[in-house]
């Protein structure tokens, strides 16, 4: 697999080699690549990368990423415009 | 884990992380124990913002002198900070908010502070796409080197550098009990092992009540929650963070492309629960695009909460009292625990290196809230 062209995340733009640099660098919580690397904020809000991180995270660290330490999900389940959400119709 | 050091940091937020470094830059033995991961608390949910503009003289010094650190803060780290200074535009309503403004920026200027009051044609040059009328605005403050930094890249820089000067930091690791002999602390116990220690520094964020009842000192301080949300990134459109004390809505555009705000929700309650609201989401979208009209056609990605940990006079609590030498309090940040970090755990540091300390550090004592006279901070949003 050709790391600096793996995309991991697609709503960052980031490979597989910048999770594992990050993940090298001393960010072995999931939590913290997120907040260092800002994978699992874009518009897919983790669906797509998340379970990926998760996966290179443990083949890395050797230890298991439980469920009840991924990043939580987040409202609202897709984006909704702001207009949307500021009309007063029910 | 050794089982001595000179000084045990409780959190891992921005004011721990920062005070580590501070520490271990001078050669002080340091260890900070963080329950869960670093920026776990407050820091990491907050709104990013660094603002000078304050109605008490204590927060508009100790903002002054923290925007002078973060200036310098990437290079001094050795990592980007993604500090941007495009200034902080609050929005005046009425002529009373004007009177207030006014004393406002005749103190701040009085410190150096190059704020202004700016007239409605100006608001729209500094932030093209707020609307006049929506907004119901007379005029506005502004001071350009008010701004944002990236408050997750600053902590991990703090503690990253922290480490190289030789701090140990630990996550995961729960602080269960504090010993004290003698008036004096003497023992950390954690939940994986204990360590004797000279000084302890509370920096626990909400937690710090906790904190201080292992060492039988009672705070004043609430949990307050609050709500914030972020939109999907889009192309630059202003570099100010806007905000109104009487909307309590404040929103910026960061780096990535993407608009960050919160406001307060309309049945606020203390209390620890975390579930975000959709009375925020519609209190939040009907102010804003009532601010920015333009902004409706643009999706909100993802809506958060915590804590505002909150002083009876919106003030943090600083230093150490005579009940309990050792003990250092670091929390009470009543919402702007980030934007004055950089000078609060530089002041910390040198009062336990050199015992040195000065009027402001004394007049942030816990001490204070025996007098009945205590000035409140005006300038609180959110």
Not at chain 1, 19 to 46: F, H, S, W
Not at chain 1, 63 to 88: E, H, W, Y
Request: proline share 4%; hydrophobic share 35%; glycine share 8%.
């Amino acid at each position: 697999m050709i790391k600096k062209k793996t995309i991991v995340c697609r709503c960052e733009d980031l490979t597989l080699e910048d999770v594992e640099n990050a993940i090298d660098a001393g960010y072995t919580d999931i939590e913290e690549l997120r907040k260092k690397l800002r994978i699992g904020m874009g518009p897919c809000q983790g669906r797509v990368c998340i379970q990926l991180v998760q996966k290179i995270l443990e083949k890395k660290t050797g230890k298991k990423v439980t469920i009840k330490n991924l990043p939580k999900a987040r409202p609202p389940i897709i984006p909704v415009s702001l207009g949307i959400l500021a009309s007063d119709e029910k | 884990m050794k089982n001595k050091t000179h000084v045990v940091i409780v959190g891992g937020g921005i004011n721990g992380c920062g005070l580590a470094y501070n520490l271990a830059k001078k050669g002080v033995d340091v260890t900070l124990f963080e329950k869960n991961y670093l920026s776990s608390g407050a820091t990491g949910s907050c709104g990013a913002g660094i603002r000078q503009q304050w109605s008490t003289h204590e927060n508009a010094e100790l903002s002054m002198k923290s925007v002078k650190i973060f200036e310098k803060l990437s290079n001094e780290l050795g990592e980007d900070i993604d500090l941007r200074q495009g200034g902080y535009l609050i929005v005046i309503h009425d002529k009373e908010e004007l009177l207030q403004s006014e004393k406002n920026v005749k103190m701040q200027k009085s410190l150096g502070i190059a704020v202004k009051i700016i007239s409605k044609d100006e608001i729209i040059e500094i932030v093209p796409i707020l609307n006049i009328k929506g907004m119901n605005a007379i005029a506005a403050t502004f001071c350009p080197t008010d701004g944002h930094a990236d408050p997750f890249k600053t902590t991990f820089a703090y503690a990253n550098a922290a480490r190289k000067y030789g701090a140990n930091i630990f996550t995961h690791t729960t602080v269960i009990d504090i010993k004290t002999k003698n008036k004096q602390v003497s023992e950390v116990i954690t939940d994986k092992k204990r360590i004797k220690t000279d000084f302890v520094v509370n920096a626990a964020g909400i937690n710090s009540k906790e904190i201080c009842k292992m060492v039988g000192i009672k705070i004043p301080s609430k949990a307050v929650r609050k709500e914030i949300m972020v939109t999907e990134r889009i192309e630059p459109l202003f570099e100010a963070m806007v905000i109104s004390f009487k909307d309590g809505i404040y929103f910026s555009q960061q780096k990535e492309g993407q608009i960050i705000g919160g406001i307060p929700i309309p049945e606020q309650k203390f209390g620890y629960k975390t579930d975000p609201t959709v009375s925020f989401l519609h209190h939040m979208s009907k102010t804003l695009t009532r601010y920015a009209p333009i902004l409706k056609h643009i999706n909100m990605l993802r809506h958060w909460t915590s804590f505002y940990d909150v002083s009876p006079d919106s003030r943090p609590i600083l230093g150490e009292t005579n009940d309990l030498k050792g003990f250092i309090h670091c929390h009470g940040f009543s919402g702007h625990g980030f934007m004055i970090s950089p000078i609060v755990t530089k002041m910390l540091c040198e009062y336990i290196v050199e015992g040195k300390t000065s009027e402001l550090l004394e007049s942030l004592n816990l001490k204070r809230f025996k007098d009945k006279q205590i000035e409140h901070e005006m300038a609180v949003v959110g």
